[in-house]
């Protein structure tokens, strides 16, 4: 049996005309940079994320890199953040001239731990960028106490969490940007990449809306210096077709990591993924933690079965990071988890057999 670590043609077949309708018409309109797609895409995105504003951008990074530019956040600034999560989150901070900070993981949910972020904050800092790893939210209100306290931004990187949940609210809709990416990936992916910044904060959306376009306000008058930073309208008309089946495919995911859960209960020697009684994730991915990782990762692929590490290295080991004079043992909870954890595969699509064949060739290799 073949199971892929992700299926995107079989999520395609169930939408292919409606996406072919989509497309055609913006050829038709041959309308493609900033047609009306993209205000429809951003006008559903704001509310399905419960803000008043969202502002379409040109990937998931870009949207952290606009959040920061935007609240000036650059040169000789602090912005606290975690080691363990996709490189953008902290490479976004570093390209905007600020410093990326690091605060260690919470061991069960891999989620910043805030409880440590009081101690890592400092003059110079000015936000706090959580990220929702694997589609299940950071500890907000801590996040946010922490934040009103300090007198910070907090730039949440929801790239993997669209739809999540913290105590009922929205992905996005708590800090001062939520930040989404439309990675094909992601639950919610593109045909290409883009992302999309929310607010709540109109006057925000409007510096954000001229940041992703050079700064530019009217048209070729510019006070300040953004960028290139749109969404193409092609990705636009896709993703509002995708975004009517999301919490259809979500919930599908999240059925599907039930089963996962059911078969390795009384399995020692897996760890399965804990979800917050106050969280809904949209499990993203699916992260077990085992022993022996790589040797059951090898083993899997001969068995036909797709996985992932994410992520085998944390960022304050990478080397372009060295500068910032971390060293292996300063976030040991994060480094763990590079060494322990595997992605199986939950798209919505997976059968029940294939479900039972990875937790059988899982249970098989480390018995
Ligand atoms: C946590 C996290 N942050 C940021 C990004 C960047 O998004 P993109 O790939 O759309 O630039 C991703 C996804 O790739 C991600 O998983």
């Not at 990937?59 to 920061?68: C, E, W």
């Not at 700064?215 to 896709?238: C, E, I, M």
């Not at 590079?338 to 064949?357: F, G, H, M, S, W």
């Amino acid at each position: 049996m073949q199971v892929p670590l992700l299926d995107l043609k079989a999520q395609y077949a169930t939408i292919k005309d409606e996406i072919t309708t989509a497309i055609e018409s913006v050829m038709e309109s041959q309308y493609f940079i900033n047609g009306p797609e993209v205000k429809e895409l951003e006008k559903a995105v704001a509310d399905y994320s419960d803000c008043a504003a969202a502002i379409g951008v040109s990937s998931g990074t870009d949207a952290l890199l606009v959040s920061l530019m935007t609240l000036g956040i650059g040169v000789g600034d602090e912005v606290i953040t975690t080691p363990y999560t996709f490189f953008a989150t902290a490479g976004s901070i570093w390209r905007a001239g600020a410093k990326p900070v690091f605060v260690d993981i919470e061991p069960d949910t891999f989620n910043i731990d805030p409880s440590k972020i009081a101690a890592a904050v400092t003059d110079k800092t000015r936000a706090i960028m959580p990220v929702h790893l694997f589609g299940q939210m950071a500890d907000m209100d801590s996040i946010m106490e922490t934040a009103k306290k300090h007198n910070l931004f907090v730039v949440e990187d929801a790239a993997q969490a669209i739809g999540a949940t913290y105590k009922g609210r929205k992905a996005g809709s708590i800090g001062t940007t939520g930040c989404f990416s439309f990675f094909p990936s992601k639950n919610l992916g593109g045909m290409g990449d883009g992302g999309m910044v929310v607010t709540h904060d109109a006057e925000l959306a409007d510096r954000l809306t001229q940041c992703r376009n050079h700064g530019s306000k009217p048209k070729y008058y510019h006070k300040w210096v953004g960028g290139n930073f749109r969404l193409d309208t092609l990705q636009a008309a896709g993703l509002i077709v995708k975004l009517r089946h999301l919490d259809e495919w979500s919930a599908g995911r999240r059925a599907n990591a039930a089963k996962y859960d059911e078969l390795f209960a009384d399995f020692e020697p897996v760890t399965t993924p804990t979800i917050r009684d106050c969280n809904l994730t949209i499990y993203n991915q699916y992260v077990i933690r085992v022993p022996r990782r790589d040797e059951l990762q090898a083993f899997l692929k001969d068995q036909g079965i797709g996985t992932a590490v994410y992520y085998p290295l944390s960022l304050h080991e990478q080397e372009c990071f060295k500068e910032l004079g971390c060293k292996r043992g300063d976030f040991p909870e994060s480094e763990t988890a590079a060494a322990e954890t595997l992605a199986l595969p939950v798209y919505p699509e997976l059968t029940d057999e294939q479900i039972q064949y990875v937790a059988g060739k899982v249970k098989e290799f480390l018995i």
